[in-house]
């Protein structure tokens, strides 16, 4: 089946360049996913056109992107499914454009630094392992999913309108962190959770939801912290 792929295009190191879409039109086949597409492009038709891959897999989050106006992952999406004559791809929202369909993931990145994604405890360490029991382990095990695509936090409402909010991936990593059992930092992080650019920024639209191509209960990660927060501050 022949679909047109209408892809954004934006190369700011280039003179006069503007963003503009330009499309392309590929012989797909069933199965094919839209990484597939994208590579026959590169491939056989257009050399310059630059994004980002690697693992293929949904595994590393390096292929997200707006796909026909919901961001989702390009490796995980069959064409197939998407039902469409044309499709339209974008980079995602909410970053500065690098080039065509890659973008500055610096800020999401710093943004996750911030909440101090690893376990903090400076007890002593026991004689074997920190016992967890398959119950505590629950309540934070969904998060541990999270590729770190930045699907969620571009799709944020809240992240389109303040660029200094840390954003869902942020919060629901510290969410991840302060309901383990074996963490001791929560102190240390409640000072960029709770202000404004922090967890209070976030409103419940449930965008994240939608757009995280692993289904995570984020909004419900976020809720959780927002009400440790208040029962432990206040
Ligand atoms: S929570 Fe979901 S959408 Fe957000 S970064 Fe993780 S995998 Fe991606």
């Not at 930045?150 to 990593?173: E, H, N, Q, R, V």
Request: with cysteine.
């Amino acid at each position: 089946m022949l679909i047109n792929f209408k892809v954004f295009r934006y190369n700011p190191d280039e003179t006069n360049s503007k963003p503009h879409y330009k499309t392309y039109e590929v012989k797909t086949q069933p199965g094919m996913v839209l990484l597939d597409a994208l590579n026959e492009i590169k491939w056989q038709q257009d050399g310059t056109l630059t994004y980002r891959k690697s693992c293929r897999s949904g595994i590393c989050g390096s292929f997200a992107m707006k796909i026909h106006g919901i961001n989702g992952l390009a490796c995980e999406t069959q064409i197939e499914k998407l039902k469409k004559k044309t499709i339209v791809l974008d980079p995602l929202p909410g970053f500065t454009v690098l080039k065509d369909l890659a973008v500055d993931m610096d800020p999401f990145y710093e943004s996750l630094e911030l909440v101090k994604p690893y376990l903090i405890n400076d007890d002593p360490p026991p004689d074997r392992e920190r016992l967890q029991s398959p119950e505590v382990f629950k309540v934070f095990s969904d998060p541990i999913g999270c590729i770190l695509c930045a699907s969620c936090t571009s799709s944020c409402p809240s992240f389109g309108y303040d660029k200094d909010y840390i954003g869902p991936a942020a919060l629901y990593k510290a969410f991840r962190y302060i309901f383990d059992s074996r963490d001791k930092g929560a102190e240390e992080r409640f000072d960029v959770l709770d202000n404004k650019h922090g967890l209070w920024r976030c409103h419940t639209i449930f965008n994240c939801m939608d757009a995280c191509p692993k289904n995570l209960k984020i909004t419900q990660g976020i809720s959780m912290l927002k009400r440790k927060i208040v029962s432990e501050k206040f």
